[in-house]
């Protein structure tokens, strides 16, 4: 090592710096920082292992989030009690989910969709919304009547509620009642109403008894309600509830009548499937019915359904001279004796008194007077006669049947049987004016359906192993078509960077080994060192630093003489 020191050196020129721009900003300050920091040779050597080492973590990051199934809500709308609970249960089964932050839903894997349901539904959650005993309970003391007619009316909607919840295809229900305050007035006296809101499962529909039954069940809980003032809606804004109308009885009808020609239809694919295959004929019926209402009464009055009810009569008779009461004129005449009684037999053979007086009577001259009262009962028929609504007037069947392919036609024979079954499936009548066609033909090919690259990717989609390799591919194209360009690029402009500041220093050490020759040259007692020789770049200049290290220093030349030559000789054996 050299003991030259600072005042034994020339003095060198000063580098001067340019002085920083008055419109710097403190963030020009820490890029230059940061870049004199990663010009380090230190730094140059690692930033390929850290390049590395972030480019791995992207593609975790990556893999992570496109591999991961796609989420699928699990229930939405749920008060924050409820949605605590869920979470709750989800958690401790390991299930993992997450919540919406625009709805609020709870949302689980697709992998895990039915298993969460399962789960859920086996510890009854989520437990439904608030009953109305609670709503009553929880009534303040002091409310006034206004407050406490709304409470109860709410408890009650809530009531209503839960109650059709029970229904199977009911998802969840809200109820609406319109109930006013009754009046002293009896003009200004209204009559309540009702609006029911039914979110139904899915691919699930309610009967219209499902519905007559809630509407039923409405109007009986409300006092003075009627069933015709409820209204029932579902989720998609369709009313399920109809009055009665034109609407409601032209919609029983058409279904009526759907519900006979899918009769009849299946009736005859029954019959012909096992004799000509499933795919080897169609079918249609066309029912024409009759829904006209006709009642008649009649009102008939036997004429052998009489009989004597009561009667009741008076016979009297006035003969001349008789016992009776004295009267007329005194006189001759009237003192005559009352002739001889007469005895009349009957029929039968017996003797009537009254009859044989009556006879003696009328034949002395006397006077028979009669006045009877009879009354009969008669017979009263009424029939009543009601046509069936709904008659079947009119079957129209067309039937066609394919051909064979590549064998001969059906025969006329073989059309007539097949014709005959299916007139004796749907009980054709020919004096109704039924029609049955049926016709074989060669049928059109069915053209497959292309799967549209939509549906394609939709279903691999829906595989993990799709998912997962996906996004290892993506991975893969980010590390190595975006991530090792960029570091190739980056390490290159570093090392360029460190060339041009090694080339830089070197510069300047040859500046300074120059300065440090001439003044050795000059001065014969300036003290000259290894590195000194070594910065030199000049060979002149070092073979005048030689000489004068070895003139100040010849037992130390010597030595370093000695140690190259012994490294030359050892370089020389082992190339040998």
Do not use: C
């Amino acid at each position: 090592m050299s003991d030259t020191t600072a005042n034994d050196l020339a003095p060198m020129p000063a580098r001067t710096l340019a002085p920083a721009p008055a419109g710097g900003t403190p963030l020009r300050g820490v890029v230059q920082g940061a870049r004199n920091l990663l010009s380090q040779p230190a730094v140059v050597k690692s930033l390929p292992l850290l390049g590395f080492i972030a480019l791995a973590g992207l593609a975790a990051i990556i893999w992570v989030a496109l591999s991961a199934p796609p989420s699928r809500t699990l229930f939405s709308g749920l008060p924050d009690e409820e949605k605590a609970a869920v979470v709750e249960a989800l958690n401790t089964a390991g299930i993992a989910n997450g919540i919406d932050n625009g709805t609020g839903a709870v949302t689980v894997g697709e992998d895990d969709y039915h298993r969460a349901r399962m789960l859920l539904a086996s510890q009854s959650l989520p437990r439904g919304g608030q009953q109305g005993s609670e709503v009553i309970s929880n009534m303040p003391l002091g409310a006034s009547r206004a407050v406490e007619t709304e409470r109860i009316r709410s408890a009650r909607e809530l009531d209503l509620a839960r109650t059709i919840e029970g229904i199977d295809v009911v998802q969840s229900a809200r109820v609406h009642l319109a109930v006013e305050q009754p009046s002293v007035f009896v003009r200004e006296q209204r009559q309540p109403g009702a609006s029911v809101m039914l979110t139904l499962a899915p691919g699930r529909t309610l009967s219209d008894a499902q519905v007559q039954a809630i509407v039923h069940l409405v109007g009986s809980s409300v006092p003075g309600l009627s069933p015709d003032d409820v209204s029932v809606v579902d989720q998609n804004g369709r009313l399920l509830s109809r009055r009665g109308g034109e609407s409601a009885v032209a919609e029983r009808q058409l279904a009526t009548q759907t519900a006979i020609e899918d009769r009849y239809r299946q009736a005859i694919v029954t019959m012909l499937t096992p004799i000509v295959g499933a795919d080897n004929f169609t079918t249609e019926v066309h029912a024409e019915m009759d829904f006209s209402e006709v009642q008649s009464t009649r009102e008939g009055f036997p004429e052998n359904a009489r009989a004597l009810a009561s009667e009741e009569g008076q016979l009297s008779t006035d003969a001349a001279g008789g016992a009776g009461a004295p009267g007329g004129v005194p006189g001759a005449l009237s003192n005559e004796p009352p002739p001889a009684t007469q005895v009349a037999a009957a029929p039968g053979g017996a003797v009537t008194p009254a009859a044989a007086e009556a006879e003696g009577a009328t034949a002395a001259g006397g006077r028979r007077t009669e006045n009877y009262q009879r009354n009969f009962a008669v017979g009263r028929e009424v029939s009543v006669t009601r046509q069936q609504s709904g008659v079947v007037k009119r079957i129209t069947v067309a039937v066609a049947l394919r051909n064979p392919e590549g064998a001969r036609p059906r025969s006329q024979q073989e059309l007539q049987q097949l014709e005959a079954l299916v007139k004796g499936a749907v009980g054709f009548d020919q004096n109704r004016g039924d029609v049955v066609a049926l016709s074989a033909r060669a049928f059109a090919s069915a053209e497959e359906t292309p799967v549209t690259w939509t549906e394609t990717a939709e279903g691999l989609w829906a595989s993990p192993l799709a998912r997962n390799l996906t996004a290892i591919l993506i991975a893969l194209i980010v590390v190595f078509g975006l991530g090792r360009p960029m570091m190739k690029k980056a390490t290159t402009a570093l090392a360029q960077r460190a060339e041009t500041s090694r080339a830089a220093r070197s510069q300047v050490g040859g500046e300074i080994a120059s300065v440090l020759a001439d003044r050795a040259r000059s001065d014969l007692e300036m003290k000259v060192s290894l590195e000194m020789i070594e910065a030199t770049r000049d060979y002149e200049q070092r073979a005048a630093l030689i000489r004068s290290f070895v003139r100040q220093d010849p037992a130390r030349a010597a030595l370093v003489v000695r140690d190259l030559i012994r490294a030359d000789a050892k370089d020389g054996a082992q190339n040998g």
